[in-house]
């Protein structure tokens, strides 16, 4: 199947005489859909195509930011208006679409109550999730001293 130069439908034809086509144009014969029965070419110039996708390729990769990760981290002895402030901050994050690492870190004797840890890593979860949807994406666990997960906003900017 072969597609001309200005987009009309040429039908069916050989390889052979297709190419001809082509040449009479003074453009290219480009196979479009390789995979399909019966195989669709078209008679274009093939270096403005490929600049043509290698600019749209550009573009895409300017205009699309790869989300990186911020951190936060806590302390079990953190006052509730601290802990607010450093959700705030950790709102933020997600709303530009990075990823938050939530650091609980225990420090001396503090290791015996590990379980305090984990409820303010929780509660602190829960503050962020009140606003928008949270995926979790590295579940809540213990890294020697620390308890940490890795959150995102599951509705993407």
């Not at 399909?36 to 490929?50: A, E, F, T, W």
């Amino acid at each position: 199947m072969v597609i001309g130069p200005n987009g009309d439908n040429l039908g069916r034809m050989s390889s052979r005489a297709a190419n001809e086509l082509a040449m009479s144009y003074n453009l290219d014969l480009f196979c479009v859909a390789p995979q399909g029965n019966p195989p669709v070419c078209k008679i274009l110039n093939y270096g403005k195509y490929r600049y043509e996708k290698q600019k749209a390729e550009r573009s895409q990769k300017k205009n699309s930011k790869a989300a990186s990760l911020k951190e936060v981290q806590l302390h079990i002895s953190i006052g509730n208006h601290d802990l607010m402030t450093k959700a705030k901050h950790a709102k933020g994050f997600l709303a530009d679409g990075d990823k938050v690492n939530i650091r609980v870190v225990l420090k001396g004797r503090e290791m015996a109550h590990k379980e305090i840890g984990e409820e303010l890593l929780q509660k602190f979860v829960g503050i962020l999730s009140e606003e928008s949807p949270l995926t979790t994406e590295k579940q809540p666990s213990w890294e020697g001293k620390c308890y940490s997960a890795i959150v995102t906003s599951k509705s993407k900017k």
